[in-house]
């Protein structure tokens, strides 16, 4: 089994900035490029920052650009998402995702598209 698991969320006033990690876990063999998106109340999915394995590629999606920055330890198999400058509309319950291989009895298994349960930013005074 693996998981991604997302923490940091809470409640956060405007002008303030929030940091997330999400971490994958269980018999991993590697984790390629992962990613941040975000899903507004009553809004459409949001992609925020993606990062590759090796840094070499980061991208970052028009809602946060210029107000966000996204790293990643991989010797820890967790990818970490900062924003500053917060919105009342940066509210949104955050996700990640990730490329994850993880190893099994007798062979490995890739989960192209591993999704984490998500953690609540709530933006307001």
């Known amino acids: 089994q693996v998981h991604l698991a997302e923490s940091g969320g809470g409640l956060v006033q405007p002008g303030g900035s929030l940091s997330l990690s999400c971490a994958a876990s269980?018999?991993?063999?590697?984790?390629?490029?992962m990613a941040w998106y975000r899903h507004p109340p009553g809004k459409q999915r949001e992609f925020v920052a993606k990062i590759s394995k090796t840094n070499d590629i980061i991208d970052y999606g028009e809602a946060a650009k210029g107000r966000a920055i996204i790293s990643r330890d991989n010797a820890k198999n967790t990818v970490y998402l900062s924003i500053n400058s917060l919105k009342p509309e940066d509210t949104a319950v955050y996700f990640c995702?990730?490329?994850?291989?993880?190893?099994?009895?007798?062979?490995?298994?890739?989960?192209?598209?591993?999704w984490g349960q998500g953690t609540l930013v709530l933006v307001s005074s």
């Open positions: 995702t990730a490329d994850v291989v993880v190893r099994g009895d007798d062979t490995q298994y890739r989960y192209s598209d591993l």
């Open positions: 269980g018999s991993i063999v590697s984790v390629g490029n």
